[in-house]
């Protein structure tokens, strides 16, 4: 049984998620608020499981897996039947190099543990924070529409017409953009990409709001 854990507004376990409900795979849902009486993440019995105090952890009849892209990756090597990497190298490739820009690039300077660490060990502003996060995420995203708005590999979604690694990737931050007031509006091509995902059932069954333990 697929086990996984995880909190509704975590832009990695959204990816999971994603990634799960492509699949068909049906999985426990297992909360770890990360904000709650301090995060429980950094409480037993959590913090034994996944050193790294980070979500999503996936548990899978006792393997388990950190780290969004590798489980994405382990799901898709595990259930092949919707496959979220293409079959050529090159095409892997590209997929990794879209879904590494934003997992690795973005993604982290608007983490939760970042802006904690910005705003209280360091004393930044509310101001100064979303600045921050604006400055990032606007620099992220608009290197990534330049790549894909000129990519020959791209159809309706990051590469080719069927969803993959690299849209589990982009939903959840162009859900992120959103939730902090970025402007979208200067990359049509990830908007585009974006509204392809979220208009088919099991990506928006992944959305935050859908999740038990939404706030």
Not at 130 to 147: P, V
Not at 152 to 179: I, K, N
Not at 185 to 211: M, N
Request: one cysteine or more; charged letters at 20%; a neutral charge.
């Amino acid at each position: 049984m697929l086990t996984l854990h995880n909190y509704f507004r975590s832009s990695a376990a959204y990816r999971v998620r994603i990634a799960m409900n492509l699949k068909g795979l049906d999985y426990d849902y297992v909360p770890v608020h990360l904000t709650r009486d301090g995060g429980m993440q950094f409480k037993e019995p959590y913090k034994s499981l996944n050193p790294q105090q980070l979500v999503p952890l996936l548990d899978d009849d006792g393997f388990q897996i950190s780290q969004s892209l590798a489980i994405i990756e382990y799901l898709d090597e595990k259930f092949p039947n919707t496959r979220l990497l293409p079959k050529s190298p090159e095409g892997r490739a590209r997929v990794r190099q879209i879904a590494l820009a934003i997992s690795c690039d973005i993604h982290p300077l608007q983490n939760l543990r970042v802006l904690k660490y910005l705003t209280g060990t360091l004393g930044a502003s509310e101001e100064s924070k979303t600045q921050w996060i604006h400055h990032w995420l606007s620099e992220g995203l608009a290197a990534l529409e330049a790549d894909l708005s000129r990519a020959p590999t791209r159809g309706r979604f990051c590469f080719g017409d069927t969803p993959s690694m690299a849209d589990c990737t982009l939903v959840p931050q162009m859900f992120s953009a959103a939730r902090f007031n970025v402007d979208t509006v200067p990359y049509p091509t990830l908007r585009a990409i974006y509204a392809a995902c979220e208009a088919i059932p099991a990506v928006a069954a992944a959305h935050p709001s859908r999740q038990m333990d939404a706030e």
